[in-house]
């Protein structure tokens, strides 16, 4: 075994009926390293939670799904236990990559949209919010309409069962205050309107006194073109 | 106290955000019995259990609703004990009937659906199960698009996080038997398509070998209308 570089390439495929754990989406991953099956199944399983089963398109999900790693050692190089974490690291910005580009292409999508939750009690329940907003419909038609609606992320938010105060909640969308401690910051509607535009949106949402606990997820707009995909079609 | 009629009357409202326990919904319901407080809100409890808490449109809940219920006492009838057993079920029937109306008249709506769940362990499954085929957008848009995708239908189920074995599934649409222990029936695509163009639509899934449990839930379809509604107003 030589020292030198590696190389790490995938493919990913997805449409409607995407909220993993996993559904309707194929992952292709290839590693020119030399990494045992015992060692790379762990380093999957990692990646997968924090990409592809961090992404929503429309909630639903499949009986179909394969996400397949593969480290052919054609690179002739096998990595230290130290350089094995920084293998991890790239699987997991390359399946972070895949999956977004899923989200990107969902049906009828304009628009990824970024969510990042902070401050929670753990990580579970800042991916629990997260995956709540995301999958609200209201919050995903208000970005549709380039609508800068805090209250409907924080009331996904309240929905997604887990403890939460209001008035311990700050939101950001595009970089922008929109909400601290749960009451509308000073803001210009009309300039955010105008950002969030933009095909690519970020919702954060940060809590006060709970804890370090933090996610990102990744869903879309809901557009009409969901619906005619979805409404006219015989699967 | 006399003996006599009692009446018992009505009104809700409702649109979007409707996923009760409660959200964006006000009801009240008034009847001329003479009831007391603590012998009332029990029949509310299971009323509610059974109707406002059973519908739903978008999946969305909000901080605002009221259901209140009023007996005034004004037909001067006490209803014994056996007799109250009658006015709750009346109390269930308009209840119901309010519920289905929000339903009906959901953001963008053009048909109600009703969710038969039978022969579920337990009611609290099969009310699990009602529930994610209500919110799946797969189902809501197949049901848009007068599209008979019992596919999506028994696909929600398994995705309601109840054990779920697809082979003792049944699943009837309109009344015609689309899906037999988990395979295609024999039916009349053309046929049935048309039969879903009805306003009012009938999803029944039918569990064998698991018990008695079963629920009955009410969602709409999802249409282009919705979308339009929720990403051009700004609340």
């Avoid at 390439?9 to 292709?28: D, E, H, R, V, Y």
């Amino acid at each position: 075994m030589k020292r030198g570089a590696l190389h790490i390439s995938g493919m990913t495929k997805g449409s409607g009926m995407i909220q993993p754990n996993m559904a309707t989406t194929l992952g292709f991953v290839m590693l020119d390293a030399a990494i045992p099956p015992g060692t790379l199944a762990p380093m999957l399983a990692r990646a997968v939670g924090r990409s592809y089963n961090r992404i929503s398109v429309d909630g639903d999900t499949s009986t179909n799904d394969t996400m397949l790693v593969l480290a052919n050692g054609a690179a002739n190089v096998q990595p230290s236990d130290s350089e094995l974490s920084k293998v991890g690291d790239a699987l997991n910005e390359v399946m972070e990559d895949l999956a977004r580009q899923i989200v990107r292409d969902g049906e009828g999508a304009r628009k990824l949209v970024t969510i990042e939750i902070s401050g929670s009690s753990n990580d579970d329940t800042a991916e629990r919010l997260a995956r709540s907003i995301a999958n609200s419909l209201l919050v995903k038609t208000a970005i549709a309409g380039s609508d800068p609606n805090w209250g409907r992320i924080l009331s996904a938010a309240g929905n997604a069962g887990v403890p939460l105060d209001p008035a311990k909640v700050d939101i950001d969308l595009q970089g922008v205050p929109v909400c601290r401690a749960g009451l509308a910051a000073d803001f210009s509607e009309a300039d955010l309107k105008k950002k969030l535009d933009e095909t690519e949106c970020l919702i954060r949402l940060v809590l006060h006194g709970r804890g370090t606990g933090s996610a990102r997820f990744w869903t879309c707009d809901l557009t009409e073109r969901y619906i005619e995909i979805n409404a006219s079609y015989r699967t």
